[in-house]
């Protein structure tokens, strides 16, 4: 199972989906295509999860969200990285964060985030999702429906975090 330590998201126009670009403590470079239907459902669990943990998300999130406060070198797609389409991804609590484990055929991968790399992962996904005009209504908590997205938010450069 790889061990994903950097990742980069961007919204990609000619597919209609989110691509993850993720870089591995060997330092390799796979890439992992999210559907909107699976980032939806994505979306839901997290603030549930979290929500069960009494995670104070919302409230912490949109202040610190900032691109500024997020590691400003992308993971760069190399050009034999291999593709795979998520499946499904399964979230497993940390003592202070929660673990991704994607799951694609050929590939699974798992990413562990504490609660500030997970704030901010959401408010870079949600500003993917304002770009690629998907809706966010009964996907994403209301403090992030009022949200406008930033007005210095580079697409689709992608935005990393650790």
Not at 58 to 82: F, H, Y
Not at 130 to 142: E, F, R
Request: a negative charge; glycine letters at 8%.
């Amino acid at each position: 199972m790889q061990v994903i330590q950097k990742q980069t998201l961007v919204y990609l126009d000619s597919e209609d989906r989110l691509q993850l670009v993720n870089q591995c403590g060997d330092g390799t470079v796979s890439v992992f295509w999210l559907t909107r239907r699976l980032a939806d459902r994505l979306v839901r669990a997290l603030f549930h999860r979290l929500q069960q943990e009494g995670a104070s998300l919302l409230d912490e999130t949109m202040p610190a969200s900032g691109p500024g406060s997020l590691s400003p070198e992308p993971v760069q797609e190399v050009g034999d990285a291999p593709h795979y389409l998520i499946q499904s991804i399964d979230l497993s609590p940390l003592a202070d964060g929660q673990q991704l484990v994607f799951h694609a055929p050929g590939c699974e991968a798992r990413f562990a985030m504490g609660m500030d790399p997970i704030r901010q992962w959401l408010a870079v996904l949600h500003n993917l999702y304002l770009h690629a005009t998907w809706d966010t209504v009964g996907v994403w908590p209301a403090g992030f429906d009022a949200a406008e997205p930033q007005a210095d938010f580079q697409v689709p450069a992608g935005t990393v975090f650790h």
